[in-house]
């Protein structure tokens, strides 16, 4: 999948790169698997905004995507490779030889025409689901599971991939695209090769309009702002932010300040910690 890049007629179209999509299908999304997508704006249930910069935007469908490839031992046949705008990666319309159809996350390796499986009796090759226990050392996959018959969780954006590191009693050894090892049971599934759209890095939206398209409003740096405003505000001209570290609006520590809860039982299955 290559880049598109835009004559420099204007400011905002002079660094824009967006991908040309041509290697993409180009149908029209399976209607049977669209839901409506209710527009939140970054609230709660209570109508409280508890994440900042969310609103507007394109109207958008939610495209229902089988996380869990239960149909062991059922063939389907990847009918086309289509554009989700609710994630990074691209997704695959799958037709089963039972005649049910499903979305999956699109390895970057698959073509309209192959033929995918899931369950211990499936090949070791791009879109096939596994369990762990199958699936050799050093072998490169996505979407993966974190409890038995979970659902995938794991390694699910674009260009992301996790790898098999070894094998244990129960557990297997798996390297997040993080950089963290962690245990993980045998009976969880994981789907082989890498998320497709690996040029999804390398994309530049160009001007501010085109976060707004997809629902992001713009931001106010807290150095700019009022000292009632924010812990890094006030002064006369540019100043630091006078604490030892960043803060958030709210005064907590920020951008490196771990969150994550010592006492969590999960902690346990943390081989290394992440970079």
């Known amino acids: 999948m290559g880049l598109k890049k835009y004559k420099a007629t204007s400011a905002g179209f002079r660094q824009r790169k967006t991908l040309d999509y041509s290697e993409l ?42 996380f869990h490839r239960k149909k062991d031992g059922i063939s ?23 005649g049910e159809k499903a979305y999956i996350l699109s390895p970057s390796q698959i073509q309209v025409g192959s033929v995918i499986s899931s369950g211990q009796n499936s090949d070791i090759r791009p879109g096939n689901t596994l369990p762990l226990r199958d699936i050799p050392v050093g072998s490169v996959i996505h979407n993966v ?32 695209p993080s950089g963290e090892a962690r245990l993980i049971h045998k009976n969880c599934k994981a789907t082989i090769g890498q998320v497709s759209n690996l040029d999804h890095r390398n994309t530049e939206m160009g001007k501010a309009g085109a976060n707004r398209w997809r629902r992001r409003r713009s931001k106010v740096r807290g150095s700019v702002m ?43 299955f943390i081989v290394s910690k992440r970079k």
């Not at 490779?81 to 997704?91: C, G, K, M, Q, T």
């Open 25 to 66: 299908s180009g149908h029209a999304p399976e209607k049977s698997l669209l839901v409506e997508l209710q527009r939140s704006a970054g609230r709660n249930n209570t109508g409280r905004v508890t994440v900042r910069a969310r609103g507007g935007g394109n109207k958008i469908k939610y495209r229902k995507i089988d």
């Open 145 to 176: 599971e974190l409890s038995i018959n979970g659902g995938g969780q794991l390694a699910r954006s674009a260009g992301t991939y996790a790898t098999v590191m070894g094998k244990h009693e129960n557990y297997v050894t798996v390297k997040l």
């Open 226 to 268: 009022n000292a009632c405003d924010h812990p890094h505000g006030g002064g006369e001209g540019r100043a630091p932010i006078g604490h030892a570290g960043p803060r958030t609006p709210w005064g907590k520590p920020s951008l490196g300040y771990k969150t994550r809860n010592k006492r969590k039982t999960s902690s346990r």
């Open 76 to 98: 389907g046949v990847v009918k086309s490779v289509e554009y989700d705008p609710n994630r990074s990666a691209f997704i695959s319309l799958i037709h089963y030889s039972d």
